[in-house]
């Protein structure tokens, strides 16, 4: 995990960026590395942590990476960092459902709607039942304790899951992953008060076999650790 800094959030604007403010009273614009709403998770005047990258061709080195939601719970909003969480817990045999996969590759384009795959594991090269394994990260809490995904209209969502359908058809396993990066969440459900096409979607992957996991992450930025912990109930 990269080094966690401290600020204190201000707002988040155009998407992409947000402004901060030190500790030494100065502001900072920066990259807020999340395309949903983030609903529930922008808190002006709350504590929040940043990272910065080495790269000399960044207009903003410095990536948004927890913030502080009005439950005075943190969560991780850098959506990018989801993969990297289930990669590092698949390696280290965290996740108890995804045991016994000797390759793993990223990045795979698939379908018949040209998706990528965020991981495709197999025990052997001439494996011919593949593993594959989309990730979703989940930020939104709205009732205690209750998390939901998408935080907005998701029709790349919908095409997702369109695409894992379709690879059970063909005799794979499919396995949708919420990353659950809150510490408030004790349950995640489809979010299908905000995206009704991608509620009932998911209920179709269900009932065509498409597993449906998730797993916590444990998030303690004065250790620089996120990281996941522990499995949470699904309630499709």
């Known amino acids: 995990m990269s080094q966690l ?3 204190i959030l201000l707002r988040r604007y155009k998407r992409f960026l947000a402004d901060i403010r030190l500790a030494d009273g100065g ?4 990259h807020c590395p999340n395309t949903g709403s983030m609903k529930n998770c ?24 927890l913030v502080t939601t009005p439950g005075n719970h943190l969560a991780g909003i850098n959506t990018a960092r989801a993969n990297e969480l289930v990669g590092a817990a ?31 594991l197999s025990e052997n090269p001439d494996d011919a ?16 304790g209750e998390g939901f995904f998408p935080d ?20 794979h396993r499919s396995v949708l992953f919420f990353c659950v990066q809150h510490t408030g969440i004790k349950s995640v459900k489809p ?14 992957a269900k009932v065509a076999g498409v597993e449906v996991i998730a797993y916590a992450a444990e998030i303690l930025p004065h250790k620089n650790l996120i990281a996941l912990a522990h499995s949470l109930p699904v309630e499709v």
């Not at 979703?136 to 205690?144: D, G, S, Y």
């Not at 008060?193 to 979607?201: E, S, V």
């Open 42 to 65: 922008v808190l002006p005047e709350s504590p929040c942590w940043y990272s910065v990258s080495e790269s000399k061709t960044r207009k903003y080195p410095q990536t948004l990476e």
């Open 152 to 171: 907005a209209v998701s029709e790349r969502g919908s095409k997702h899951l369109r695409e894992l359908i379709a690879m059970v058809k063909q005799g």
């Open 129 to 144: 039942r593949q593993c594959y394994v989309e990730v979703k990260n989940v930020t939104l809490m709205e009732a205690e």
């Open 90 to 120: 698949i390696a280290a045999g965290v996740i108890a459902e995804l045991h016994g996969y000797a390759l793993l590759k990223r990045e795979q384009v698939y379908g018949r709607e040209k998706s990528r795959i965020d991981f495709l």
């Open 191 to 204: 979010a299908g008060h905000i995206d009704q096409l991608y509620g009932a979607t998911l209920r179709q």
């Open 27 to 30: 502001e900072l614009t920066i």
């Open 5 to 7: 800094y401290p600020a």
